[in-house]
């Protein structure tokens, strides 16, 4: 048994229409964190399925609290205390993917993408418009292919999670601790200084 969260896109026009493209009202996300409750309260685990341009940027969603809701989910995610996998089938966009995608394991289908923002939105703000050109060199900046996104560590796998629960064995402090140090570490970078040759030899002893 496991409880499965995901993104409605619907596969007609008019399906799409009515599911804002995958794009999740606040509602959406309120739902999914009290679903997920639900499942920490039975042991259950839960896999999310995250397939969203990004969170419904309409006025009416931001009066609701579209930004506090996929705030709150980020933070009580990350202290559920049953196992959590999350895989991006499509698009993954921003805040909007991420609510429901703080996961134990991250996998990307293949072509799947994932980023802080969508090629669209990306060339919009930096070219003033979205076209071809644009959206490729917005996409190609914003490294979000799946191989991308698995060099960088932002996800674990590009193929499928194996049968079985990788996580089952851990405790649940235990695997609260490590989802915590999963998402600290993403931006993680060093930082050093080349000492330059004429330094080096000064600092060498007589």
Avoid at 153 to 177: C, H, Q, R, T, W
Wanted: hydrophobic share 40%; proline share 5%.
């Amino acid at each position: 048994k496991c409880l499965i969260v995901g993104h409605q896109k619907g596969k007609t026009t008019q399906e799409k229409l009515a599911c804002h493209f995958g794009c999740a009202h606040p509602e959406g996300y309120r739902k999914a964190l009290a679903k997920m409750k639900i499942a920490e309260k039975f042991n259950l685990p839960i896999v999310t399925f995250v397939d969203t341009p990004g969170a419904y940027p309409g006025l009416g969603a931001e009066e609701r609290g579209q930004a506090e809701a996929i705030a709150k989910n980020l933070m009580e995610m990350a202290r559920i205390k049953v196992p959590i996998v999350s895989i991006i089938i499509g698009e993954g966009g921003s805040g909007g993917a991420l609510g429901i995608a703080v996961a134990d394991r991250v996998a990307m289908l293949a072509y799947s993408w994932y980023s802080v923002i969508s090629p669209e939105g990306c060339a919009a703000i930096l070219w003033k418009e979205a076209n071809e050109t644009t959206n490729t060199a917005a996409a190609d900046a914003l490294h979000l292919t799946a191989k991308d996104n698995l060099k960088l560590g932002i996800v674990d796998s590009v193929i499928e999670e194996p049968l079985g629960g990788a996580l089952s064995k851990m405790s649940p402090e235990a695997l609260v601790n490590a989802r915590y140090e999963r998402f600290r570490r993403l931006g993680e970078y060093d930082e050093y200084t080349e000492t330059a040759p004429d330094q080096a030899e000064e600092t060498q002893p007589a």
